[in-house]
């Protein structure tokens, strides 16, 4: 058990370390396309779409493999003020809710994905693909992080 903690933890500051880089990657870019554009008169569009691509894969990777449950922005009024046991029975039913919409439309997002493999990026000429496989990875991990959320609450563990 231990063994397993060790390795989760190593494994999402390697996670944390993807979205830092991707960050570093959005930045430069950005900073890159100001230099270029106002001091050398000469723009590049490549630095827009790395500066776009790297925010989109950013935000996805981050809510999947980054952001813990306790750091989601959430608008609570109505469940703080519900008792324990309603608590949990929302967090059974949302939990439940969210694995089944994303269960059910992974298959449509996979064949998506994969469809998108006969299209490139504009500037860099990245497979869409890859671009938008992404996407797949924080489908998989909400439905992982919610059935947890909902065994949890099924069990009488609270968040």
Known sequence: MIAACR???WTRRRAENVLSLLLVVMFAAFILQIF??????APLSWTAELSTLAWV???LWGAALVLRDDEEIRFDILYGALPSLPRRMCDVITG????????WSLPAMADYVTFM???RSAYLGIRFDIL?????IFAVAM???HAAIAWRALAGRTR
Request: glycine share 10%.
């Open 7 to 9: 390795l989760f933890g």
């Open 36 to 41: 270029t554009r106002y001091v050398l008169n």
């Open 96 to 103: 439940l809710a969210v694995v089944a919409v994303f269960g």
């Open 117 to 119: 493999k006969v299209e």
């Open 57 to 59: 894969w950013g935000v």
């Open 143 to 145: 439905i992982i992080r």
């Open 132 to 136: 938008y496989s992404v996407w797949l």
